[in-house]
């Protein structure tokens, strides 16, 4: 089946610094990404959902200045932390839909962000 | 924003025995799927039933839904210990758009 890849995996920072964590689709195109955040011992949440070429889609309550999403390519999404606080510290999922908009959705393996 | 509610919350069996487990939703949907996630692990698909489904097996997995009711359950036979993990059911409501989780069932099964 299709593959999504997150990287890093997991990451450590100290807080006021920036991070990146990458989303590819690595053996399909993707013209829509999702990004889910997920506290522990919680579900997944929505943030918002990458389109490529075109401004993201933020749920209600992200904040788009401090996650700064850019879908630059049909396999590649990002998503930067911005000026990242221990409350950030969380579990970062993205999913990617094969095939267009009826396409089946793949999940990346997550990234997990500590915040010092 | 999510759209499923799970119950219970928690679970906790004896291996041999099956598990149940709910979700109810909120708005019309183009199929419901279940998911599992192994502690500080990533999301694994279980099974995927889609609105004009009934009732789908995949092994020792059982998943039903009533459209009527917003409903889905998800029912694990003969469980073992290898299935203690989070099952969040997620619902697909427009194409083209994300999956909205349910809160999850923590599953726990002892040996």
């Known amino acids: 089946g299709a593959v999504v890849s997150q990287h890093p995996s997991r990451v450590i920072c100290k807080s006021g610094t920036s991070v990146k964590i990458e989303c590819r689709s690595l053996d399909f195109q993707a013209t829509t990404m999702f990004w889910y955040r997920q506290f522990p011992k919680q579900s997944l949440m929505l943030m918002a959902t990458s389109n490529e070429g075109s401004k993201a889609t933020y749920e209600q309550g992200v904040e788009k200045d401090k996650f700064l999403i850019n879908h630059a390519s049909l396999t590649l999404s990002t998503l930067t932390v911005t000026s990242a606080h221990p409350e950030d510290s969380s579990f970062y999922i993205c999913?990617?839909?094969?095939?267009?908009?009826?396409?089946?959705?793949?999940f990346g393996e997550g990234s997990r962000l500590t915040v010092l | 924003s999510q759209q499923g509610e799970e119950d219970p919350q928690a679970l906790s069996i004896q291996e041999g025995e099956n598990a149940t487990m709910n979700c109810s939703y909120k708005?019309?949907?183009?199929?419901l799927q279940w998911y599992r996630q192994n502690s500080g692990r990533g999301l694994v698909h279980l099974i995927l039933i889609r609105s004009n489904e009934r009732e789908k097996h995949s092994g020792r997995l059982r998943v039903t839904l009533d459209t009527s009711k917003k409903s889905s359950s998800l029912l694990i036979t003969a469980s073992r210990a290898a299935d203690t993990a989070s099952y969040f059911c997620a619902t697909d409501t427009q194409a083209g758009t994300a999956l909205i989780f349910g809160k999850g069932t923590t599953l726990s099964v002892s040996s």
């Open positions: 999913s990617a839909r094969e095939g267009g908009a009826a396409g089946e959705l793949f």
């Open positions: 708005t019309s949907i183009n199929n």
